[in-house]
């Protein structure tokens, strides 16, 4: 029901910046977009939220980030951003994009998509 395609990842030093983009291209129009959404997976540590943003505008950060990151939306072209300011080696991971859709008219049943994942790399 959507591709979702990111790409900003890179290396940095520590203090830099990144901005991640992401592009969630539906491939039929009876389905929506309710959250969009980055989460990463550092080696050896299971895959949590960054950072989400409704449809309605209303974001969530994780606690790790409040501050230096942050989530934006152009609805227009159902892109979602991710600015990374304030970088650190812990920030380190593969960043996924995120997706929770709906299908008009069954607001109630959801589906996750994800992108393939976008390395952030900082050194010290």
């Known amino acids: 029901q959507v591709q979702l395609e990111e790409s900003g990842g890179g290396l940095v030093q520590a203090g830099e910046s990144l901005r991640l983009s992401c592009v969630a291209s539906?491939?039929?129009?009876?389905?929506?977009?309710?959250?969009l959404g980055w989460y990463r997976q550092a080696p050896g540590k299971q895959r949590e939220v960054v950072a989400t943003?409704?449809?309605?505008?209303?974001?969530n950060y994780a606690d790790a980030v409040k501050g230096r990151f942050t989530i934006s939306r152009d609805s227009a072209t159902d892109t979602v951003y991710l600015q990374m300011n304030s970088l650190k080696p812990e920030d380190i991971a593969a960043y996924y994009c995120?997706?929770?859709?709906?299908?008009?008219?069954?607001?109630?049943?959801?589906?996750?998509?994800w992108g393939q994942g976008t390395q952030v790399t900082v050194s010290s």
């Open positions: 943003i409704a449809s309605g505008g209303t974001t």
């Open positions: 539906r491939t039929s129009p009876i389905f929506a977009i309710n959250v």
């Open positions: 995120y997706a929770k859709m709906y299908r008009r008219g069954i607001e109630n049943v959801f589906y996750d998509f």
